[in-house]
């Protein structure tokens, strides 16, 4: 399976600030995802990252507050804007398909943001 | 409404002891349903997919099985290296829906020497 890596692994960050978190891909991939992870609350899909479009927000998640990129197959940003408390959590990007199968993710190490 | 429930929310074993956790699901058609790993400050570990009823999966001291409405995963002699949450997901079928996850909030394993 894929190997994902996560930059940056952790923040504090102020009130009404951003932050960009990378997700890098040591192989090509179709799928790629960000998730939100909240204590005491199930895994979340941010949005799916389409490689050269814009990306594909689920309900309850906007562009205007967090922005993706994905230049290649192999790399995808999040940015989480004007931040507030309330999007302290983690952020997961997963990757999906390849030779395991269609519909299987594998996540990376996840990046623990703790906005003040 | 596609739903995952997990219980028990958490569990406390002796090394040795095996047990079971449980993933109930309530969705319009199951395409697969998957269980994960997750350690304390790490990312989701992949462990199984099981696409039909009656299917089996093992691994290691991990056995999955799959029934219409839930899933099982049991944990045989469970050792402190096991301890960890466990999170199933399924992905229902439809259009759009391939490669959506529906989360459960997890099983937080303890397993004490």
């Known amino acids: 399976s894929a190997v994902i890596s996560q930059k940056p692994s952790r923040d504090i960050c102020q009130r009404g600030t951003s932050l960009t978190i990378q997700c890098q891909v040591d192989?090509?991939?179709?799928?790629m995802f960000w998730y939100r992870q909240q204590p005491g609350q199930s895994l979340t899909l941010i949005a799916t990252?389409?490689?050269?479009?814009?990306?594909?927000?689920e309900s309850g998640f906007v562009i205007d507050k967090f922005p993706i990129s994905r230049p290649n197959l192999t790399f995808s940003t999040l940015t989480v804007s004007n931040m507030s408390p309330e999007d302290s959590s983690i952020y997961l990007c997963?990757?999906?398909?390849?030779?395991?199968?269609?519909?299987?993710?594998?996540f990376g190490p996840g990046t623990r943001l703790t906005v003040l | 409404e596609d739903q995952v429930t997990q219980s028990p929310e958490a569990l406390r074993l002796q090394e040795g002891e095996s047990s079971s956790l449980n993933c109930s699901y309530t969705?319009?058609?199951?395409?697969?349903l998957f269980w994960y790993r997750q350690d304390p400050g790490k990312g989701p570990e992949f462990l199984f997919t099981?696409?039909?009823?009656?299917e089996e999966k093992e691994k290691e001291r991990l056995k999955a099985t799959l029934t219409k409405k839930e899933s099982f995963l049991h944990i045989t002699a469970p050792k402190p290296e096991d301890s960890a949450t466990y999170l199933c997901?399924?992905?229902?079928?439809?259009?759009?829906?391939?490669?959506?996850?529906?989360w459960g909030l997890g099983t937080s394993l303890a397993v004490n020497p």
């Open positions: 099981l696409y039909s009823a009656g």
């Open positions: 997963s990757v999906g398909g390849g030779d395991r199968g269609p519909n299987e993710q594998f």
């Open positions: 997901a399924v992905t229902p079928r439809g259009a759009g829906n391939n490669r959506k996850l529906i």
């Open positions: 969705v319009s058609g199951l395409r697969g």
């Open positions: 192989s090509q991939v179709t799928m």
């Open positions: 990252a389409n490689q050269g479009s814009e990306a594909t927000y």
